[in-house]
C-alpha cells in the first residue's frame, strides 16, 4: 500500500468545510455545561437540602459512565418524553422535528456539566474562606460576594482545567457522527468511502484536530496570562 499524498491534501481541504459544526457542538456543549457545572457545584458546595444530594448523584452517574451511553439515552429516551408530554398538552410538536444536532448539543452539555462540575467546584473551595466572610462584614449579600470577590478567582485558578475540559469535548464531539451529525469525523468517512483510501482522510482528520487543540491551548495561555498580568497589577 502507498500512501497518497494528494489525496491527504484534498480530503484536507474538503474537511474544512466540516469545522463549524465541530466548533458549534464544542462551545454550545461547554457554554452550557458550564452553566450546568456552576449549578451544580452551588447546590453541593452550600449543601442546599434534597438538591445537593441530586447533583452530586447526576455528577457520580454521568463521570461514571461513557459518553456515547450518554449520547444514546438522550437519542432513543427523549422522543419517548418529548412525543409523551405533546400527546398530554395536545401539541403538535413532535420529537421527529428535533434536528440530530439538537441530540448532540443536549446529551454534549449534560456530560460537560458534570465534569465542569468539579472543575468548578475545586476553583471556589481554592478561595480562602475569610475572603468571603471578609465580604460579609462589609455587607455584601452571598450572590453578591460570590459574583464580586469567589467567581473571578476561581476561574483564574481553574482555567487550565476549563481549556482541558473544552479540548476534551472538541475530541468528544466525534461521536456525534454516530446520530448522523455531519462533523470532522463524519466527513472524513463520507470522503474515504468514494475510494476507500480511509488512512488519508482520517490522517488529514486528525491534522486538522491537531491544529484546532493547538489553536484552544493558545487562546487559553494568552488568558491565563492577561490575568495573571491583571493580578500582578499589571493591567490598569
Not at 35 to 62: E, Q
Not at 127 to 154: D, K
Amino acid at each position: 500500500m502507498k500512501l497518497d499524498g494528494a489525496f491527504i491534501v484534498e480530503a484536507f481541504v474538503r474537511l474544512l468545510g466540516a469545522i463549524p459544526t465541530t466548533l458549534q457542538i464544542t462551545f454550545v456543549s461547554v457554554a452550557c455545561g458550564f452553566v450546568i457545572g456552576t449549578a451544580a457545584a452551588l447546590l453541593r458546595i452550600y449543601r442546599v437540602p434534597v438538591l445537593h444530594r441530586l447533583a452530586s448523584a447526576y455528577v457520580t452517574f454521568i463521570r461514571g459512565t461513557p459518553m456515547l451511553t450518554h449520547l444514546f439515552l438522550i437519542y432513543f429516551g427523549l422522543p419517548y418524553v418529548v412525543d409523551g408530554l405533546a400527546e398530554l398538552l395536545g401539541l403538535g410538536f413532535r420529537s421527529a422535528s428535533i434536528p440530530m444536532i439538537g441530540f448532540a448539543y443536549l446529551s454534549f452539555s449534560i456530560t460537560a456539566g458534570a465534569y465542569l462540575s468539579e472543575v468548578v467546584r475545586s476553583g471556589m473551595l481554592a478561595v480562602s474562606r475569610g475572603q468571603l466572610e471578609a465580604a460579609y462584614s462589609l455587607g455584601m449579600t452571598t450572590p453578591q460576594a460570590l459574583r464580586r470577590i469567589v467567581f473571578p478567582q476561581a476561574l483564574a485558578a481553574s482555567l487550565p482545567n476549563l481549556s482541558n475540559s473544552v479540548i476534551g469535548m472538541l475530541h468528544g464531539s466525534t461521536l456525534a457522527f454516530t446520530v448522523s451529525v455531519v462533523d470532522i469525523n463524519a466527513k472524513a468517512q463520507i470522503v474515504a468511502s468514494t475510494n476507500w483510501k480511509f488512512f488519508e482522510s482520517y490522517l488529514a482528520a486528525a491534522l486538522i484536530y491537531w491544529g484546532l487543540t493547538i489553536a484552544i491551548e493558545r487562546m487559553c495561555g494568552r488568558i491565563e496570562r492577561r490575568i495573571g498580568a491583571y493580578n500582578r497589577g499589571g493591567v490598569a
